[in-house]
């Protein structure tokens, strides 16, 4: 099959864009100067994700189909969670010439895969050459009328809510650093996270005050939450949702582990019935476990 550089700029995007099929929001795809995505709302949700290979993915633990899957996820995840409808994803997608053609290809099968959990497409994009695999990769969204689900709405009296798988990724990915065995679902999930899409329908129909995708931890993400909207938010260990999957160190994973793109929300009077329902909201600052300090871990991007 051989490699990009052999293919060529026009040849490899001619081969990936034609595994890409075109949901009804895209109205022009690939193959011109700019895509066309509807945007019957007026207003369009975007948010975009940089990974670069050695500090996002390794090519020695995730094959290229789940890296699109779980880079097209995370930025998919990041629309939900304001309350929106996925529409489309833009990719930028940089590789050294000798990256196998076929590697390409199946990459962007996991894109356009996890595009079709979500009910969006991939519209364009751009292809180029570098030292090391980077992608680049900006989602839209589609709000349908309605106000965006924010950070800072929660207030006190509100129930916390989370809604997914929480410290799976963190506890596959231990695995995997530390060369040991244990549960495949755990390295899975760190692989391909599976974000529960219909999250954000669920929140907003239930009145949620603030919603956000749990990516660098559920302490961490929440505390976003707490300072956006000047509260407390309490947790209770005992209600965090910890299978037994997750060995003896589930509520650390559960609790400072990111990457499952699981959601969190504030609820007045009660959450959702799919949702685990894990704290409140007081008058205060900042989040407690068990009325205490949490544990630190959580992800910085710029932590050596």
Sequence with gaps: MGTIGELGEFG??????????????????????????????????????????????????????????????????????????????????????????????????GFADECREAGASVAGGDVVSAPQIMLAVTALGDLGGAAPLTRSGARPGDVVAVRGRLGFASAGLELLTEGRAGAQELIAAHRRPEPPYGAGGEARAHGATALLDVSDGLVQDLGHIADASGVRIEIDSASVP???????????????????????????????????????????????????????????????
Excluded: C
């Design 12 to 109: 490899l995007i001619g081969r990936l864009t034609r595994r890409l099929p075109q949901g009804p929001a895209v109205r022009l795809g690939p193959g011109d100067d700019a895509a066309v995505v509807a945007a019957p709302d007026g207003r369009v949700v975007a948010t975009t994700d940089l990974l670069v290979e050695g500090r996002h993915f390794r090519r020695d633990w995730s094959g290229p189909y789940d890296i699109g899957r779980k880079a097209a996820a995370q930025n998919l995840a990041d629309v939900v969670a304001m309350g929106a409808r996925p529409t489309a994803l833009l990719i930028g997608f940089a590789a050294p010439a000798g990256t196998e053609t076929g590697w390409a290809e199946r990459l962007y099968d």
């Design 242 to 304: 910890v299978p037994d999957v997750l060995g003896p160190d589930g509520l650390r994973h559960a609790l400072t582990g990111g990457e499952d793109h699981a959601f969190a929300g504030t609820f007045p009077g009660s959450a959702p019935p799919s949702w685990s329902r894990i704290g409140v909201v007081t008058t205060g600052s900042g989040v407690r476990v068990d009325g205490r300090e949490p544990p630190s871990g959580a992800w910085d991007h710029f932590a050596v």
